[in-house]
């Protein structure tokens, strides 16, 4: 349990700067699906590398070729088209704004959840969170009226990969009851990589990115996505999940900071506003905060 901080403060400051390594990669020459194809090819290299020591050659190979039809479908819906949309997204909103947007898909997860997951009910308490993580997200994606229409859609094309993520969710979650989670990882990441190679490869830039935004997308695929993938999964076998997804909160707020200092883009009051809304929407959604009603005061007769 003394390490359930320090790990958790590490995978919010991983996740928290895959954002600013995204945006300064789109804005060095590259484009969205080379990028991310890129970034899960790196990844998933790594991480077989990680199975076969931690598991051995034969049953890391065993593993991924007994769960292919899970991770295959995990990999193309949780991981290549939430990419896809983040880095796309990107190319038209600060990247701060676009960690506060995704910070949803704890929201989306518990919908999908009462679907298909059945084990909680929709109480009062969660269908308030559902509406203030909405109205959140409306105030996050109008409040930045310079950017214009596009703005507006770069900021729902990351909110769409929130869904695309919670799907990956319960689809991981499901999952997981058969596979041990560092296979899924790597498999999704190598489905990830096959999926985008057909668009990546329509999409290779004309001329080569600059030197930033190859640093960007090296530190993107070793830290924010392979070394990121293991300590999520030391988090969840340390403490479990529940409190492993307490990085939704503390990630936002690496991201606004490394936007700030290192990319000079604005706090404004709507992106707080909306990053509060969409907290609050997910602790009441997700039932980390429970609505209670009070007990009448019985008065002496």
Not at 208 to 218: M, Q, R, Y
Request: aromatic letters at 8%.
């Amino acid at each position: 349990m003394n390490r359930y901080w320090p790990l958790l403060l590490l995978l919010a400051s991983l996740w928290g700067a895959s954002y600013l390594f995204i945006k300064v990669a789109v804005d060095g020459g590259f484009e969205p699906a080379p990028l991310m194809c890129a970034r899960a090819a790196i990844g998933a290299a790594i991480l077989v590398g990680y199975l076969m020591r931690a598991f051995g050659r034969e049953r890391a190979l065993a593993e991924l070729r007994g769960s292919w039809r899970q991770w295959s479908v995990l990999g193309f819906v949780g991981t290549a088209i939430p990419f896809w949309l983040v880095a796309w997204g990107e190319t038209h909103v600060d990247s701060g704004i676009a960690a506060v947007a995704q910070s949803t898909v704890p929201l989306f997860t518990v919908l999908l959840g009462l679907r298909f997951l059945p084990h909680e009910p929709l109480t009062r308490g969660r269908l308030l969170g559902f509406v203030l993580g909405l109205v959140g997200v409306a105030v996050l994606a109008g409040g930045h009226p310079g950017g214009g229409w596009w703005s507006v859609v770069g900021t729902l094309a990351v909110v769409l990969s929130s869904v695309a993520y919670a799907c990956g969710g319960v689809i991981g979650q499901r999952s997981m009851s058969d596979t041990p989670g560092p296979v899924l990882a790597t498999g999704a990441m190598i489905s990830a990589a096959a999926s985008l190679l057909p668009l990546a490869l329509v999409q290779l830039p004309s001329s080569p990115p600059d030197g930033d935004a190859i640093l960007s997308l090296l530190a993107l695929a070793v830290l924010g996505t392979a070394f990121a993938q293991l300590v999520m999964y030391r988090l969840i076998h340390l403490v479990g999940a529940r409190k492993m997804s307490l990085v939704t909160y503390l990630m936002p707020g690496f991201a606004l900071v490394y936007g700030a200092v290192l990319l000079d883009e604005p706090i404004t009051v709507a992106v707080l506003a909306g990053l509060g809304l969409i907290l609050a929407g997910v602790a009441l959604g997700s039932g980390s905060i429970r609505m209670t009603r009070r007990k009448p005061v019985e008065v002496p007769g």
